[in-house]
């Protein structure tokens, strides 16, 4: 079981990135995945996340309507499109995958912790 | 938004001796179905956080049983029976409680004297 982070770099504030994260050895479609960042020298913080079939998806307010969340389970694949990006999302970017069903909304929230995650891709945001 | 607090924010243990870490959050964390949504993970050195607890209380899959999780509503703990030199690094506390909210507390370093 594995992900991969791929698609980092450097880039200037107000510009673009998108990221990558490669499943293998499971069954993607099945799983809820999420994004999760940690800036240099901080601590974790919960970005994104998207449902199995990715039509229900989450974001933390502070990359509402700048970063969009998408998935493709025939390529196994799991993306983050980064817009007008500021110099306080730099930061290790990893993907993780979620164990379990459903979302809180209802009493069928199956939930067992993020039990995979990848190795992390790194954005920087400087001019 | 649920905040989540961790104390201490750094520790020295030597080894074999047990550690405490506590977690508390701003709103309970038991859903209407009765689970309460509290993770604790541990990120070693260099690497990539790993799961050790769910639900509180569930141990992940491979974790040693010195690694217990406990607590209910807003004030949860993480205890270490017996440190080992492998437990270096940094632990946090993850809330669930909401798919589209999730939030992590600050951290607590890890370091055997």
């Known amino acids: 079981v594995q992900l991969v982070e791929s698609g980092g770099g450097l880039v200037q504030p107000g510009g673009s990135l998108r990221l990558s994260c490669a499943a293998s050895?499971?069954?993607?479609?099945?799983?809820?995945m999420n994004w999760v960042r940690q800036a240099p020298g901080k601590g974790l913080e919960w970005v994104a996340n998207i449902d199995p079939d990715g039509s229900e998806n989450y974001y933390v307010d502070s990359v509402k309507g700048r970063f969009t969340i998408s998935r493709d389970n025939a390529e196994n694949s799991l993306y983050l499109q980064m817009n007008n990006v500021r110099v306080e999302d730099t930061a290790v970017y990893f993907c993780?995958?979620?164990?379990?069903?459903?979302?809180?909304?209802?009493?069928?929230?199956?939930?067992?912790?993020?039990?995979?995650w990848g190795q992390g891709t790194t954005v920087t945001v400087s001019s | 938004d649920v905040v989540m607090t961790q104390s201490p924010l750094s520790l020295s243990v030597s080894p074999g001796e047990p550690a405490s870490i506590s977690c508390r959050s701003s709103?309970?964390?038991?859903?209407?179905?009765?689970?309460?949504?509290l993770d604790w993970y541990l990120q070693k050195p260099g690497q990539s956080p790993q799961l050790l607890i769910y639900l509180g209380s569930n141990r992940a899959s491979g974790v040693p049983d010195r690694f217990s999780g406990s607590g209910s509503g807003t004030d949860f703990t993480l205890k270490i029976s017996r440190v080992e030199a492998e437990d270096v690094g940094v632990y946090y506390c993850m809330q669930a409680l909401q798919t589209g909210k999730y939030s992590f507390g600050q951290g607590t370093k890890l370091e055997i004297k």
């Open positions: 993780a995958r979620r164990v379990g069903s459903g979302s809180s909304q209802s009493t069928s929230y199956y939930y067992y912790g993020l039990d995979v």
């Open positions: 050895q499971f069954t993607f479609s099945r799983f809820w």
């Open positions: 709103q309970s964390l038991r859903h209407s179905n009765g689970y309460t949504y």
